[in-house]
């Protein structure tokens, strides 16, 4: 049996993936000999819903860009990344994913929907469920620096939410 | 992202985080996490299933009604149906440990180029 078999099939391995291990062996043999420090926290905050989701606006957040590019855009022509707010009215049909790190070879991002639900959000803005969609939505690039994430990043984030009265978010990274 | 959750949450916003990169984002303790074990890339469903697709936005906002402490992390009930992806992404082995080396040697390049050219994010 193969490495790739036995993960598959063998319960005395596990079948869950670590994305914390396949990416230090991965850079590791791409000659990148310090391992990524991830984020690793004992605590998180918590803030309860202070009143009913059917009355709220809800916030979606993206790691992908929104340009609509083709696949085989050159990633090194792209703008530089930074925190980003566009209407959510028309919705975006594409958005541009190369640059991230997903399984290309498992899948595809070609229906916008499989990984930003604004389409299926807006459906259940009409049903009632949510209140309203924001106006906008926002994108954070994927950031090597946490520092940068918490500094740059995140309270930029914030403060486009709070420009657009925001009560609840959604964030989907890829 | 999960850094992005936690800043929002700390200043007042509730968040839900829909993912599939279950180690990362549980390490980094989120306040509200909902997984689907699939393949990176389709955290919301499978391409073209809208039915599914509106079923884990859903449940991501019922996570966002129910959850009563932080880290509460809720798995949705769905399966790719394939399982060669698990080991096939991100593999290293003896058939492209070398192709590894070098695609890494030009990504090395490729980044000492965008920072003498200024193509970064500014400190």
Excluded at chain 1, 104 to 129: W, Y
Excluded at chain 2, 38 to 59: V, W
Excluded at chain 2, 95 to 104: I, Q, T
Aim: net charge negative; proline share 8%.
């Amino acid at each position: 049996m193969s490495e790739q078999e036995r993960f598959i099939a063998d319960p005395a391995y596990r079948a869950f993936v670590s994305y914390i291990d396949k990416s230090r062996e991965f850079y590791g043999a791409q000659g990148y000999e310090r391992p990524y420090r991830w984020a690793r926290n004992d605590e998180s905050p918590f803030t309860p819903l202070t009143k009913p989701l059917s009355e709220s606006r809800i916030g979606l957040v993206t790691t992908a860009v929104n340009l609509d590019l083709p696949d085989d855009t050159d990633t090194e022509k792209l703008p530089i990344a930074s925190t980003f707010a566009a209407p959510s009215d028309p919705p975006p049909e594409r958005l541009f994913t190369q640059n991230r790190s997903w399984d290309k070879e498992a899948t595809h991002t070609n229906d916008v929907d499989s990984f930003f639900p604004i389409h299926r959000m807006q459906e259940l803005v009409t049903q009632g469920k949510v209140g309203s969609l924001s106006p906008r939505y926002y994108g954070i690039p994927t950031e090597y620096s946490q520092r940068r994430t918490n500094e740059v990043d995140a309270p930029q984030l914030l403060a486009l939410m709070r420009e657009d009265d925001v009560d609840v978010a959604m964030l989907v990274p890829l | 992202m999960s850094l992005a959750a936690r800043h929002l949450e700390a200043n007042g916003i509730p968040t839900v985080i829909c993912g599939s990169g279950r180690d990362i984002v549980e390490q980094a303790a989120v306040p509200r996490f909902l997984f689907t074990d699939f393949p990176l890339g389709n955290p919301i469903g499978k391409p073209y299933d809208a039915e599914m697709q509106r079923a884990i936005t859903s449940m991501g906002l019922d996570l966002l009604e129910s959850a009563r402490f932080p880290r509460t992390t809720v798995q949705t009930p769905f399966s790719w149906g394939d399982d060669s992806w698990r080991p096939g992404f991100m593999r290293v082995d003896e058939s492209n440990r070398e192709l590894l080396r070098r695609a890494g040697e030009i990504r090395k390049k490729q980044q000492a180029r965008r920072k003498t050219e200024g193509r970064v994010r500014p400190e």
